[in-house]
């Protein structure tokens, strides 16, 4: 082969060379040729020529070209180049809220210490301080736990433990200081002292509208004891009322607060006796210390307020007045206080959590963040692929890049 054959072939292998920067990827192999291999082309004639040095091509020595380029030694032949195989793209993790894509395959550290927002969030939802400690920030989490911890603590110790106690302080007081003799017996004299009044059976239901419902909270609603309740308070007429009411309502008389307690906790209705005797005026009567009931005031009230004219009822009840209901209702107020405050406990509880989550979920954020802006060695990253391949007649060389960055 002359001179200039040789001084061809190089050429040919120079300007065959392409390479050419692909997109980031995390594949590690390079993808196997796929190329067709050719029969081996016959090495052309030797041809008489002007020996001269010649100056390479102005294409061959740009090495910013990235085009693949085939040149063979036959010029006569047309040029066609080796099909560039690509890479297949592979799945990547992305952050998009940072503007980063992050490929945590390539960084087994990064991918280790990656922690899930979503995961953190939901993990603290469903217990606070969770989310933390899956990010690493154990005291953190702590703090979040021991609120959750003091918040279910004070539900229960005010909302249901006080609440309670001052139930049944409230109730105690109660068995003390209320008698359903007494009451019953000022019921009674009531309805004696008032009864030549041809309105006393509608008067009894105006000045006791709680009558019914006191009754009911004893024995029970549509039985025999609970229809002698309501009947009106004369012995002549209404045997049931003093065989089935009032005589048993009388063994109460003189009995100690736990005896009484012992016959209360039998009725149907405990909770509602208990809060009649307290709120309703009707019952001011059966407290130890009421004043003495005045029939004419009563009859007084029942005629002024029964005409409808709200402007002519007045402002203050018939039946006397009691401290000891006073004491009674602020004890049972007391109670109602201590139970709404699980209301506010249970809210603080539900904040808690959400706090906890959001936080959690910032903090995972804010640990990816840092690996996002992990950086390896740029050499780490780049890798390369070459090889032969023939197209037809004419022999190409290619190699590919890639980098990682």
Known sequence: ?????????????????????????PVDDPPSSASPVAAPVPEPAPVAVDTTPVAPAAAALDSTATAPVVTTADTTRPTVAAPVIQPAPTAVVADSSFGRTRRMKSDPQASALYRSPRKAFFYS??????????????????????????????????????SDQKLDEARNYANANWSQAKYEKSYKALYDNTKTDSTVKAMLKWVAPSRSTYCGSVYGSGNVNDSACLELPDPGENANYINLHYTPSLEDEGWDASRKAQKRASFANPEMFYSLVGQENEFVQGWNDATPLVYSDVTQYYKISSDGNIDTKPASNPFGTSTAQGIYQSM?????????????????????????????????????????????????????????????????TQAMAWIRF
């Open 1 to 25: 082969m002359s001179a200039l054959s040789w001084r061809l072939a190089v050429f040919a292998l120079v300007g065959s060379l392409s390479v050419s920067a692909q997109p980031i990827s």
């Open 125 to 162: 939802l469903l217990l606070p301080g969770a989310g933390q400690a899956y990010t690493g920030h154990w005291k953190r989490g702590a703090v979040y736990l021991a609120v959750d911890a003091g918040m279910a603590f004070g539900w229960w110790y005010y909302g249901v433990h006080k």
């Open 332 to 396: 049972r107020q007391e109670s109602n206080d201590y139970a709404k405050m699980k209301t506010w406990f249970l809210g603080g509880i539900i904040l808690n959590h959400l706090v906890s989550a959001l936080d959690a979920a910032l903090l995972a954020q804010s640990s990816n963040r840092r690996l996002y802006d992990m950086e390896s060695r740029w050499w780490d990253g780049v890798q390369l692929w070459g090889g032969l391949a023939w197209n037809g007649a004419n022999p190409a």
